[in-house]
């Protein structure tokens, strides 16, 4: 194991580098440098971002907010603005780890990593989060869940990176709503998580996006439960037919953190504690 850790001045250096030898691209490392340290991947050269990301970590637009790929964690669960605008997006910031990761680990990070688990991937999803990804070029929007392939994979191309991530603000009294079940409670990789955003209007669902992590091999948005919740009380009588809609559109897998059948009973109580609350 042996790499030389650049660190670009600017976009032109980095595009650069990335023209030139097998490359790795570095936010807060704490993907990056595990995966190094267990052997995983073996990068000739990492390619520092800190410089080349420019700009403030979150802008306030009238419709939309736009959060730099390097904001941390700490920083979106401790802005202002996010804690008005995406309760569901702080929450799920939040979560990742203990304190001293939240500093170190971005958003760019955890998107990139495409995780089934990531967390803020559940707040993300169900927030029709769109991605600006730039190369020498030019640049390209695309949603989220284009953007994830499958775990560990993106869409992400050689001599791109992640610049930003845009975020439509909802109109409207929103209900949000967030659960990771993890075999502790704190600082652990979920075993199933869940994420909701939902407006009545008179007493009716008028709209619902419902994510669910690591119970498949991306994020799940189950678009049967949406299309057939929309419309309709969120009462315990609708708990039947979406619980049989929810397990038909997802697939977990049985690993060291909960075997599958497991993470279906957290999936589908997930859905009944959203009903109940
Ligand atoms: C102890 C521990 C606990 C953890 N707990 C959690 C948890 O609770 N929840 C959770 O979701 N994750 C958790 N993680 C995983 C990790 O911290 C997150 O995924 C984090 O957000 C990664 O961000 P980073 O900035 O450190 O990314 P890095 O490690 O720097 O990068 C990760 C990957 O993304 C690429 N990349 C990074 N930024 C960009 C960019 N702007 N453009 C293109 N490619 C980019 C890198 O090349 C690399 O492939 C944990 C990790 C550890 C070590």
Redesign the pocket.
Known sequence: MGFELLVPENKDELFTLMAESNY???????????KIEKDLINPDRILD?TNV?EGPKLEDKADKVRIS??AT?GELAGSPLINREFPLLAESAE???GVQ?RN???????I??A?P????LIALYALDASLKLESRNGSRTLPIDEFIKSPGETD?GRGE???SITIPKLSGNYRHFFNKVGRRNA????VCSMGFVLKETDGKIEDIRISFGAVAPKIVRPDSVENYLKGKKLTRKVLPEAKDLLKNEISPISDIRGSAEYRKQVAVRSLEEVVNS
Do not use: E, P, Q
């Not at 790795?24 to 595990?34: C, P």
């Not at 688990?117 to 803020?120: I, K, N, V, Y």
């Open positions: 790795y691209l570095l936010a807060g490392g704490t993907d990056l440098f595990v971002l990301i790929a390097t964690h979560s990742v780890g990761l170190m680990a971005t958003v760019g990070g955890n990139c990593n995780s688990s990531a967390d803020t992400l990176f992640l610049k600082l652990d990789i979920s």
